[in-house]
């Protein structure tokens, strides 16, 4: 298995706040980051709402004259890492050289809002007004990118693209790199900033995105009258390192990595494998890697996108896993306060399990009111549970067919 990985700084912005603190003490009291979209005018589109980051402030993170190099989706980048960094106690350059540092980031879109300003930039004044560096503001990479500038992490650099699944495969294979050696730590996670006309009008037009114009109704994981995702923005990162520069740093430690599953349906571009085949297998994956048995398992952070196929075929995907223990596993959605973050949902999703081994709470899944007869698990609906929680796992699925499951275990 090679060495023990272990997560000791974690940072997060969302709508549902701009500071972990802000999001957890939001989750805990089942308050939603969804309302009313406000950054665009969405008149024309069936969307209304969306889970917005709101009072960001951009001068805690970096110079505020640096803003223009940079899409908004790095900027939620940088404020995440900077403060898991923090939160890990962790001085680059004093406790650990810059080149055994390294960044993993994913992101499902990238620069998105950029590259609708850069269009509308060419249209109006042809390519002599586009800015100079707007390909940088684009591409995926600059979030890992700016972030190793920003924190002087020169070891691996790299990024994941792989769709709703991003934030999470961008863990796992930060936690490899440890593993084999290639870096002391790394500072991984995911980010995502999509909420444009363009973002929010493709999922509009391919049927995905609820069209509830209220915000309590709009996401509504595993009930029987959901009717689309909703769009949501931000960015999580986390610190992982080996246990032994934990102990050595006398470092904070949420817990342990111990196995991560990744795996591709080759089936279809969006819907998933009926009966969640591909989620299974990547359980499976997941499982021989940690050596814990399925009994184990004290709670599922699921995908839970509120979407008809997602919610039936990874509770069949469970189903056919657990067997019978799947009925004792209590099961939540964060995306029913989150609202779906696309390359982020993933990292997200790992920093609020942590917190929920860390403190005991199991937060809900809101606004299920009406179970649906085929998604038949204990969804823990509207109201956050209290239970011990030593080993817990976190399904991401993506577009593509891609089907990531991180486990985690509290330090004992």
């Not at 997560?7 to 980051?33: P, Q, R």
């Not at 100079?132 to 994941?160: D, E, R, W």
Request: aromatic share 8%; proline share 4%; hydrophobic share 40%.
């Amino acid at each position: 298995m090679g060495k023990r990985v272990v997560v000791t700084g974690l940072g997060a912005v969302s709508g549902m706040g701009n500071c972990l603190g802000e999001i957890w003490n939001a989750a805990k009291n089942g308050d939603s980051g969804i309302d009313k979209i406000t950054r665009f005018d969405c008149s024309g589109f069936p969307a209304k709402c969306a889970s917005e980051v709101k009072d960001f402030n951009l001068s805690d993170y970096m110079y505020v004259n640096e803003r223009h190099r940079m899409d908004r989706f790095s900027q939620y980048a940088i404020a995440s890492s900077v403060m898991a960094v923090e939160d890990s106690r962790l001085t680059i350059g004093v406790d650990v050289p810059p080149d055994r540092v390294g960044v993993w980031m994913g992101t499902a879109i990238g620069g998105i809002e950029s590259f609708e300003d850069t269009h509308r930039q060419l249209l109006e004044g042809g390519y002599e007004r586009v800015y100079p560096f707007a390909t940088t503001l684009v591409i995926s990479n600059m979030a890992s990118s700016q972030v190793a500038i920003a924190l002087n992490a020169k070891g691996v650099n790299n990024c994941t693209v792989l769709s709703c699944a991003s934030g999470s495969n961008a863990i796992g294979d930060a936690m490899r790199v440890i593993q084999s050696g290639e870096a002391d730590i790394m500072i991984a996670g995911g980010t995502e900033a999509s909420i444009t006309p363009l973002g929010i009008g493709a999922f509009c037009a391919m049927g995905a995105i609820s069209p509830q114009g209220d915000p309590k109704a709009a996401c509504r994981p595993f009930d029987r009258n959901r009717d689309g995702l909703v769009m949501g923005e931000g960015a999580g990162a986390l610190v992982l390192e080996t246990f032994e520069s934990a102990i050595r740093r006398n470092a904070p430690v949420y817990g342990e990595i111990i196995g991560y599953g990744t795996v591709g349906d080759a089936y279809h571009i969006t819907s998933p494998v009926p009966g969640g085949e591909g989620c299974v297998r990547a359980m499976e994956m997941a499982f021989a890697q940690s050596g814990v048995l399925k009994s184990d398992i004290d709670y599922i952070n699921a995908h839970g996108t509120s979407t008809i196929l997602n919610d039936r075929d990874e509770t069949k995907a469970i189903q056919t896993f657990f067997g019978e223990k799947a009925y004792d596993i209590p099961v939540s959605s964060t995306k029913s306060m989150t609202g779906h973050m696309m390359g982020a949902s993933g990292a997200v999703e790992a920093i609020l399990t942590f917190m929920t081994m860390k403190t005991g709470v199991i937060l809900p899944t809101l606004n299920l009111i009406e179970r649906d007869p085929e998604c038949d698990l204990d969804y823990v609906p509207n109201l956050p549970r209290f239970k011990e929680v030593n080993f817990a796992l976190s399904n991401s699925l993506g577009f593509g067919g891609h089907n990531t499951v991180l486990i985690f275990k509290a330090l004992s």
